[in-house]
């Protein structure tokens, strides 16, 4: 139950999917007539103990009469970008159950795509486990409780390098000029720099559109939604987009200057732009935008396991004909 802490050391926020589910059954509950504190405690009930706690600490505010994104602001840092703005345009316009089922499809459609590559590709627990495994099917251990000895050894010890690491890189990526050498250097690799980049430019495409359709001014829903992008790049060319917007800039005038979004993106803005369909088409685009991202990822992740397999056959041959 408090291996949420843990989370919060490593600085992650909280899971799109816990979140998805309680702003979900919130805008059901709303729906009903609930009022809003009660609503909100049990949206939270079962989904995740972070935003149990959190849930249960602002509702008594909340009766109180402080707006829920006031309420919530205490907590900005573990949510992601764009839950305060949606929520406080839905509360001023009292649309609070619509901004609501548009945060629980952003955050169950980001969940989705992110679990996938995640669990495809590349997980750590995946990785530790094939890790030991090796270790164990390599080791001299006479007996099998020197064996299961071993492997907890070696789980041990990789658990510890994970999470130091974790740490390290944590601290690390407060300062800006390490996270956009990083993230440029990412960008840049071969093959894996165009799947980041797809990955990058959906993120951003869903929360911006999420943001637009709730009614966040676009200079605002453009600062925000730069963040959701997980991309120092992006981010700093993003906020400079949302600068010239408010100086009067359209929106495809501001992101062509990026050169970080491709073409039929741009042209996809300057059609929505015009015809005022811009959030729907964003938020088709997005889903087109990860699917390709899943379906690069995987072709990788085969291509790096066939070499893998390749280079322990040629292993095994030396080995056996030295």
Known sequence: MGLWRLRVLFGDPIPQQALGRSFDILASLLATGMSIPEAIQRAAVGTDGEWESICASMVGPVRAGMPLSRALGKWKNRL???VLPILE???LSGTLETSSRRLAYAFQQGASIDRRIRYSVFDPKLIIG????????????????????QALMTLLHLVLLYVIGRLVVRIAFRWMPIR???????????????????????RWARSFA??????????????????????????????????????????????????????????????GEMSGSLGTSLDH?????????FTK????????????QILGFVFMLRAMFP
């Not at 685009?285 to 991202?293: D, G, V």
């Not at 990788?300 to 893998?308: A, N, P, Y």
Request: proline content about 5%.
């Open 80 to 82: 992601p970008e764009i």
């Open 89 to 91: 345009v839905g509360e």
């Open 130 to 149: 094939v890790l030991v495994l090796n270790t164990v099917a390599h080791g001299f251990a006479p007996s099998l409780p020197e064996i299961l000895q």
């Open 180 to 202: 956009l050498a990083v993230d440029t250097l990412k960008l840049a690799l071969p093959s894996v720099g165009s799947t980041l980049r797809n990955l990058a430019a959906a």
């Open 210 to 271: 999420t943001l637009w359709n709730c009614g966040v001014p676009i200079s605002t829903a453009l600062e925000v939604s730069s963040r959701s992008a997980l991309n120092a790049c992006y981010e700093k060319a993003l906020l400079r987009a949302a600068v010239q917007t408010q100086q009067g800039v359209t929106l495809y005038d501001s992101l062509s200057s990026t050169q970080l979004l491709p073409n039929y993106l741009l042209d996809i803005i300057r059609t």
């Open 285 to 293: 685009f997005a889903s087109m935008l990860e699917e390709e991202a």
């Open 297 to 308: 990822a995987n072709q990788q992740f085969v291509t790096i396991l066939m070499g893998g």
